[in-house]
């Protein structure tokens, strides 16, 4: 018998003085079994960096035709397609000819991450941006999950502030260009 999803909940309070944003929302996020803590929580914290009208988590691992995070308009036409890790120049070429804007967060060494990508065909390749953290930062953090949770984001300077479960920490946010 396959083990299933494991449901997490995240209270978040959000306040993006970069962009503006400030929201209080609730988050329900199914980790699959080969999931780790590092990725789920990578993928939370996109959820709220990119958090706008819209945003939603992709189907998981089963729907390999839609990104870990997606924005949608009011048409249902994909207008952000977040990725998590570090996926392929393949998936990233699909996704920026479907979206406006394509983005990758990553927990992994951005450089790594990034040098399969030479040399392949990505769509708009110049736009692709990839952001990461402080090295040690997603792992001092990812043991702080529990099933419930309470997540303060604050964001300014292209600094994070985390308060996750009481436990803060703080990161800078580095974005990555291609070539």
């Keep these: 018998m396959a083990i299933g999803s494991t449901m997490h909940t ?3 309070q959000l306040a993006d003085m970069d962009r503006g944003v400030y929201d209080d929302f609730s ?3 199914a980790r699959h079994p080969s999931e780790t803590n590092a990725y789920m929580l990578t993928r939370v914290l996109a959820y709220g960096l990119e958090f706008t009208e819209g945003i939603t988590f992709g189907g998981g691992i089963s729907q390999t035709d839609e ?3 997606l924005v949608r308009d009011l048409t249902g036409q994909t207008t952000a397609w977040i990725e998590i890790g570090a996926p392929d120049a393949e998936r ?3 996704g920026s000819r479907l979206a406006e804007r394509t983005v990758v ?3 992994r060494d951005p450089a790594k991450v990034m ?3 030479a040399d392949k065909r990505i769509h ?3 736009d692709l941006r990839v952001y990461s953290f402080d090295a040690g930062f997603i792992d ?4 702080l999950i529990e099933r419930r949770n309470t997540m303060i984001l604050t964001v300014t300077e292209q600094v994070l502030y985390l308060d996750l479960n009481g436990t803060t920490l703080t990161t800078a946010i580095h974005e990555h260009e291609l070539g």
């Design 105 to 107: 967060y990553t927990h």
């Design 140 to 143: 001092s953090a990812a043991p």
């Design 124 to 126: 708009r390749s110049e």
């Design 27 to 29: 988050l329900r996020v």
């Design 10 to 12: 995240f209270e978040v």
């Design 67 to 69: 990104p870990a995070v």
């Design 92 to 94: 990233l070429h699909y």
């Design 115 to 117: 040098a399969p990508w």
